[in-house]
T-cell receptor
Framework: DTAVSQTPKYLVTQMGNDKSIKCEQN?????MYWYKQDSKKFLKIMFS???????INETVPNRFSPKSPDKAHLNLHINSLELGDSAVYFC??????????????FGPGTRLLVL | DQQVKQNSPSLSVQEGRISILNCDYT??????FLWYKKYPAEGPTFLIS?????DKNEDGRFTVFLNKSAKHLSLHIVPSQPGDSAVYFC???????????FGTGTRLKVLA
């Protein structure tokens, strides 16, 4: 029973396509996150939702759109994929009780390769 | 502008010895710090954390030290074991922001 799960684990696609990555957590947490780990292994926050409400939106191209149908799910949709979108995308969650001093729990990652 | 830095990309240590991983930060508003461990093809796993009101936190073989005046934290692993071989990330956050800033990681190799 995985705490934070992501699908798919691997995604290979052509430039210009649209793709989605799904994330689910069964920890009962209120806050979920998307991170991107680029080729330099730098883990950078992209988005965060607290109780289905967007609370962090970093300077991410608007081709990336997160969607939270309920507080256990946070999906990431990417339009018009570009070569530079190739990276590992991690979903995470935390209790979200007050925005600080919390542990974030990560999913296994989705390895996206854009050809 | 990288607010959290891990200046050593890699570290090799003999089994049984101490591993010391370092992390520096620039934002004095950070008040919570964490260490994560990451194996290949897996997500980061939480290891240990420390609040800025403390200067040390210990959990088994892992101890994190925080030096606020130097804006520096370190993770000590004693004794090091081959299973500790992984990439270690430090992260920092400011209460109320929900945002964690990660360092670029240090690859630890524990030699048997």
């Amino acid at each position: 029973d995985t705490a934070v799960s992501q699908t798919p684990k691997y995604l290979v696609t052509q430039m210009g396509n649209d793709k989605s990555i799904k994330c689910e957590q069964n920890l009962g947490h209120d806050t979920m996150y998307w991170y991107k780990q680029d080729s330099k292994k730098f883990l950078k926050i992209m988005f965060s939702y607290n109780n289905k409400e967007l609370i962090i939106n970093e300077t991410v191209p608007n081709r990336f759109s997160p969607k939270s149908p309920d507080k256990a799910h946070l999906n990431l949709h990417i339009n018009s994929l570009e070569l530079g979108d190739s990276a590992v995308y991690f979903c995470a969650s935390s209790q979200g009780t007050g925005g600080g001093q919390e542990t974030q729990y990560f999913g296994p990652g989705t390895r996206l390769l854009v050809l | 502008d990288q607010q959290v830095k891990q200046n050593s990309p890699s570290l090799s240590v003999q089994e049984g010895r101490i591993s010391i991983l370092n992390c520096d930060y620039t934002n004095s508003m950070f008040d919570y710090f964490l260490w994560y461990k990451k194996y290949p093809a897996e997500g980061p796993t939480f290891l240990i954390s420390i609040s800025s009101i403390k200067d040390k936190n210990e959990d088994g073989r892992f101890t994190v030290f925080l030096n606020k005046s130097a804006k520096h934290l370190s993770l000590h692993i004693v004794p090091s074991q081959p299973g500790d071989s992984a990439v270690y990330f430090c992260a920092a956050s400011e209460t109320g922001t929900y945002k964690y800033i990660f360092g670029t990681g240090t690859r630890l190799k524990v030699l048997a």
